[in-house]
Every structure is written in C-alpha cells, then in structure tokens.
T-cell receptor, first 112, second 116 residues
C-alpha cells in the first residue's frame, strides 16, 4: 500500500532552535495535513494544505505542499518546551479508496 | 478540545470480556473513523462510516465490531480480544469521507486499551 516516509524519526534540540521535518511519497497526494500528538492524547491538527506550492503558517509553524505533490515539510521556529511531542504528516492520495495515509511520526524533544 | 470525545480513556480487559468503546463528535460531521495506534507503527485505519453507513472495513478481525447509530456517535464493541490488540484506539470525524478527498479529520483523545 501507499506509504509516507517521514524524517527525521526523532530530534533532540535546545530551546530556541528552529526545527524542520519532512514527508515524502512515491505517489502524488492531493492534500497534506500535519498533526501533533501529545502523550496519552489524540493527534491535533496543526496545518492543512490543499494546493501544490501552498505555504501556510500557524504561529511559529510553517508548512508547505511540495510542487511535485509528493512531499511536504513542516518548520517550527524558535522552539519552546511545549513543542515536545510526536509530529505526524498525513495525506490523501486519491486512488480507489481515498484513504488518509499517515507517516510514522517525528518525535521532538526540546531541552530548556 | 477538538470536538470529539471518547470514553473510557483507559480500559483494561481480560481476553474473555466484552466491552465497548464510545466516540461522540459535536462538530456536525457526517463521517466517523476508528483507528488503531500501536507503538512504533503508523496509525492504522480500521473502519469508516459515512452518513451512518460503513464504507470501509480495513480487514479488521471480527472480534472488533463497530456500530454507528447516528452521525454523531460511533461505538467499537470488543469481545475475545488478544493481548496484541492492546493499543491506543482513536476515533476521528470529518465533514464527509467522499472520494473527492481533502476532508480534514479531527481526532478524539483515544482510549488506551490493555488486554491481559
């Protein structure tokens, strides 16, 4: 089935640093979503992208829908301790079932 | 608060027990989903309901039985589970799950299930 390759798997950074993570696929996607999951909670939507090339910000977070429609990235600027969690990319690639496919997640740890 | 609630938040059950998970969404959505999240694996879609009708069963064992009495409520009935079924079970909802795609899914907090 379709897979999303998300990298890096984990990141350990100092407070104040910028963070970048990305998601790639071998197939064309028509929607990209970025979620954050805190321990013991469900994923919370951060940013949704619907058009190739689209660049969207949500506070210190910025995400882009790749021009090729096969990738997306998420940047976090000036990280703070509450940014800790697992970040998931997800996307709809269409096809017969139009399922939402999830990446394997990026664990972010922020050292105060 | 995402507008999707799940109960219970934690559940411990034996392999011979029967229990049910409940999900309720207050967003006016018409599609609801069950996902399983196991350690170090991507979220696995289990079931999709669109306007109360099941539109997707992702080869889920029959010991998991979903029920969707209306567009706001979704249940997952559990019986004779196995220890490997222990996981976080997440419910989500979206406007629709139509083939046009792009319907953003909003997740509940999940039920942490442990099968002994």
């Amino acid at each position: 089935g379709q897979q999303l390759n998300q990298s890096p798997q984990s990141m350990f950074i100092q407070e104040g640093e910028d963070v970048s993570m990305n998601c790639t696929s071998s197939s064309i996607f028509n929607t990209w979503l970025w979620y954050k999951q805190d321990p013991g909670e469900g994923p919370v939507l951060l940013i949704a992208l619907y058009k190739a090339g689209e660049l969207t910000s949500n506070g210190r977070l910025t995400a882009q829908f790749g021009i090729t429609r096969k990738d997306s990235f998420l940047n976090i600027s000036a990280s703070i301790p509450s940014d800790v969690g697992i970040y998931f990319c997800a996307g709809y690639y269409g096809g017969a079932t139009n399922k939402l496919i999830f990446g394997t997640g990026t664990l972010l740890a922020v050292q105060p | 608060e995402t507008g999707v609630t799940q109960t219970p938040r934690h559940l411990v059950m034996g392999m011979t027990n029967k229990k049910s998970l409940k999900c309720e969404q207050h967003l006016g959505h018409n599609a609801m989903y069950w996902y399983k999240q196991s350690a170090k694996k991507p979220l696995e879609l289990m079931f999709v309901y669109n306007f109360k009708e099941q539109t997707e069963n992702n080869s889920v064992p029959s010991r998991f039985s979903p029920e969707c009495p209306n567009s706001s409520h979704l249940f997952l009935h559990l019986h004779t589970l196995q220890p490997e079924d222990s996981a976080l079970y997440l419910c989500a909802s979206s406007v629709t799950s139509g083939h046009r795609g792009g319907d953003t899914q909003y997740f509940g907090p999940g039920t942490r299930l442990t099968v002994l």
